[in-house]
C-alpha cells in the first residue's frame, strides 16, 4: 500500500513557475513509476508526465513539453513536477500517481496506475 500526498499548488500569474512535490509512504519508492495527471474543471483527467523507478526515463504530454520537468529523489520518496511558462489553460488539480512497477509501459492511461494522491490546486491567471 502506498500513500501519496500532494503538496505546491497555488495562484500563480501567467508566466510564472510552480513546483509540486508528491511524497510517497513505504520503503520501496524507487519500485514505482510515478506519474502527474490533471482534471480541469468539465474535463476528464489527462496525463501531463511519468518518471520510472529509477529515473532515467521520463515522457510527457505534448501540451507541456519543454515547460515541465518530472523528477524524484528516492532517498526523499519524493516526486516533483516542476512547471514553467505557465498558462491558463494548465488550470486545473494535479494529482500524483503510482503504478506498481518501476517501468512505465502503457503511461497515458490512467487505468495503468494503483496509487493516487488527492490532489493539488493549480491556478493560472491570465
Known amino acids: 500500500q502506498v500513500q501519496l500526498v500532494e503538496s505546491g499548488g497555488g495562484l500563480v500569474q501567467a508566466g510564472g513557475s510552480l513546483r509540486l512535490s508528491c511524497a510517497a509512504s513505504g520503503r520501496t519508492f524507487s519500485s514505482y513509476c510515478m506519474g502527474w495527471f490533471r482534471q480541469a474543471p468539465g474535463k476528464e483527467r489527462e496525463f501531463v508526465a511519468v518518471?520510472?523507478?529509477?529515473?532515467?526515463?521520463?515522457y510527457y504530454a505534448d501540451s507541456v513539453k519543454g515547460r515541465f520537468t518530472i523528477s524524484r529523489d528516492n532517498a526523499k520518496n519524493t516526486v516533483y513536477l516542476q512547471m514553467n511558462s505557465l498558462n491558463a489553460e494548465d488550470t486545473a488539480v494535479y494529482y500524483c500517481?503510482?503504478?506498481?512497477?518501476?517501468?512505465?509501459?502503457?503511461?497515458?492511461?490512467?487505468?495503468?496506475?494503483?496509487?493516487w494522491g488527492q490532489g493539488t490546486q493549480v491556478t493560472v491567471s491570465s
Open positions: 518518471i520510472s523507478g529509477g529515473g532515467g526515463s521520463t
Open positions: 500517481a503510482a503504478k506498481g512497477i518501476p517501468t512505465c509501459s502503457a503511461y497515458v492511461s490512467s487505468q495503468r496506475y494503483n496509487y
